[in-house]
C-alpha cells in the first residue's frame, strides 16, 4: 500500500472519530439537527426577498390584503346568511299563504259574495303590511336622532336607510302590477282615509310637495326654488299621465263598447292589451314619486331631510291612524250619522222642491 494511500485512511478514520463523538455528546439524533417546518418557511420566505428585511410600506400592504380578505369572507358569509333567511322568509309566506287559501280568507272588499283576490296581490298585502312595520321602526329612529340631536354623520345613516325602505316598497308594487294591476289602482292595500287621495295607486308627488313646504321652515333662498321647480315639473308630469291614462281609459271603453262585432274573442284580446298599458302608467308614477323624494333629498341638508321624511311620515300615519277610528267607532255613532244623514237629504229635497215652486 502506497504511503498516499495510508494517509488517505488516515484522515477518513479521524473524521470518523470526530463525527461519533459529537453525536454521543449532543445525545439527540442526527434528524433533530433538521430545521422545523415554520423555520423552513420562513427561510424561504427570506430568500424570496433575496436576504432583505421587509419594510414598512411592504407590511403594511400585506396587512391591509389581509385585512381585505378577512371583510371579503365576511361579506361572503352574510351574503349566505341574507339568502338563506329569505328562503326562510319566501317560505313562510308560501305556507301562510297557501293555509289562507285553503281557509278562503282572501275575500274582496264587496262582502262575503264578492270575488277572491289573486295570490300575487295576497302576497303584496303580506308584504305590504311588513314594510309598514318597518316604516313605524324608521319613523321611530329619526324622531329619536333629532330628538338627540346626533352628529350629520350618524343622523346620515339613518337617512340612507330610510330611503333604501323607502325604494323597497317601489319594488314591491312593481311585482304586484305584474300579477294583479287592479289590485294597486283600485288601493284596497291601503286604508280608507288613504284612499280618498289615491294617484294612480299612491300618493301624488306634487301634494307631497305642499306637506312639506307648509311644515317646513329655516329653507334658503335656492332651496325654495328648487323645491318651487321640482313641484312644476311633477305636476306637469301628473297631468301628462292623467290624460294618458283618461285616453287609456276611452279608448278601453270604446273597445268594448262597440256594438258591431265580429270576433267576440278578437274583442276581448284588444281590450286585455289595452289593460296591460295600466302597468306601465303605474310604473311611471312610481318612479315620478320615487324621483322626487330622491330630488329633495339632495335639495335639503341632512337634518332638513330628517325633518321632511318624519313630517311625511307622521302625516300618512295620522291617515291610517283615522281610517282606524273611523272603522272601529260605536254602532250607536253608526246609527245617528245615518239617522242624520238621512234628516239632511230630506231637508235638501224639501228644500230643492219649494225653490223649485218659486222659481216656477
Known amino acids: 500500500m502506497s504511503s498516499k494511500q495510508n494517509h488517505h485512511l488516515m484522515l477518513q478514520h479521524h473524521h470518523n472519530n ?9 445525545g ?14 420562513e ?22 390584503n389581509r385585512e381585505a380578505a378577512r371583510k371579503s369572507r365576511l361579506r361572503k358569509k352574510a351574503y349566505v346568511q341574507q339568502l338563506e333567511s329569505s328562503r326562510i322568509k319566501l317560505s313562510q309566506l308560501e305556507q301562510e299563504l297557501q293555509r289562507a287559501r285553503s281557509q278562503g280568507m282572501f275575500m274582496g272588499g264587496c262582502g262575503p259574495s264578492g270575488p277572491k283576490i289573486t295570490s300575487g296581490a295576497a302576497m303584496f298585502d303580506m308584504e305590504y303590511g311588513r314594510w309598514l312595520e318597518d316604516e313605524n321602526r324608521h319613523m321611530s329612529e329619526i324622531r329619536t ?17 330610510y330611503i333604501a325602505h323607502f325604494d323597497e316598497v317601489f319594488r314591491l308594487k312593481a311585482v304586484a302590477a305584474k300579477a294583479d294591476v287592479f289590485h294597486l289602482i283600485i288601493g284596497t292595500w291601503m286604508s280608507p282615509a288613504e284612499r280618498c287621495f289615491i294617484w294612480m295607486a299612491g300618493f301624488r308627488p306634487s301634494d307631497f310637495i305642499k306637506i312639506l313646504v307648509s311644515q317646513m ?22 297631468e301628462a299621465l292623467s290624460q294618458g291614462l283618461e285616453q287609456l281609459q276611452q279608448s278601453l271603453i270604446d ?6 262585432v265580429i270576433d267576440g274573442m278578437q274583442q ?21 314619486r320615487q324621483q322626487t323624494v330622491h330630488q329633495l333629498r339632495r335639495i335639503l341638508t341632512v337634518r332638513q331631510a330628517a325633518r321632511c321624511f318624519l313630517v311625511i311620515g307622521e302625516y300618512y300615519g295620522r291617515l291610517r291612524a283615522l281610517s282606524s277610528l273611523w272603522l272601529s267607532r260605536p254602532r250607536e255613532t253608526l246609527i245617528s250619522d245615518e239617522t242624520s244623514c238621512q234628516t239632511t237629504t230630506d231637508l235638501q229635497m224639501v228644500q230643492s222642491s219649494r225653490n223649485h215652486f218659486s222659481n216656477f
Open 18 to 26: 470526530i463525527m461519533a463523538n459529537s453525536s454521543s455528546t449532543s
Open 28 to 41: 439527540l439524533p442526527s434528524t433533530s439537527r433538521n430545521p422545523a417546518p415554520s423555520e423552513a418557511s
Open 43 to 64: 427561510d424561504k420566505r427570506k430568500a424570496t426577498t433575496l436576504g432583505k428585511p421587509l419594510d414598512a410600506k411592504t407590511l403594511r400592504r400585506l396587512a391591509q
Open 145 to 161: 336622532g333629532l330628538q338627540a340631536h346626533l352628529s350629520d354623520n350618524d343622523l346620515r345613516l339613518i337617512i340612507d336607510g
Open 217 to 238: 321652515d329655516l329653507l334658503t333662498e335656492q332651496q325654495l326654488m328648487g323645491i318651487y321647480g321640482l313641484q312644476h315639473s311633477s305636476q306637469q308630469a301628473e
Open 255 to 260: 273597445t268594448l263598447a262597440a256594438s258591431q
Open 268 to 288: 276581448m284580446a284588444v281590450a286585455l292589451g289595452k289593460v296591460s298599458n295600466l302597468e306601465g302608467f303605474i310604473r311611471q308614477a312610481d318612479n315620478l
